[in-house]
């Protein structure tokens, strides 16, 4: 279970990010947080059958949220089929 400091940080960070991906016809939902350390998220509506997703996930939605939370280590994407 995070820190309810650390799971306030990664919220604020996804609202920045959000607006970007809603843009695109996207989203993106925080579905855990291990260890105060690595994030699981979900990218959804065109995020997930986008091409660039994984660059998206790294470059854009990571650094934004070591940003906020510099503990954090790794972000991963949880896709749902």
Do not use: H, W
Not at 23 to 29: A, N
Not at 52 to 66: P, R, S, Y
């Amino acid at each position: 279970m995070a820190s309810e400091t650390i799971r306030q940080n990664v919220e604020k960070a996804l609202e920045e990010i959000r607006p970007f991906l809603k843009s695109d016809g996207g989203d993106i939902s925080l579905i855990s947080i291990e260890d105060d350390k690595y994030v699981k998220v979900r990218l959804e509506g065109a995020c997930t059958s986008c091409k660039i997703n994984q660059m998206t996930l790294k470059a854009g939605v990571e650094t934004t949220i070591k940003k906020y939370a510099p503990e954090i280590e790794t972000v991963e994407n949880i896709s749902v089929f």
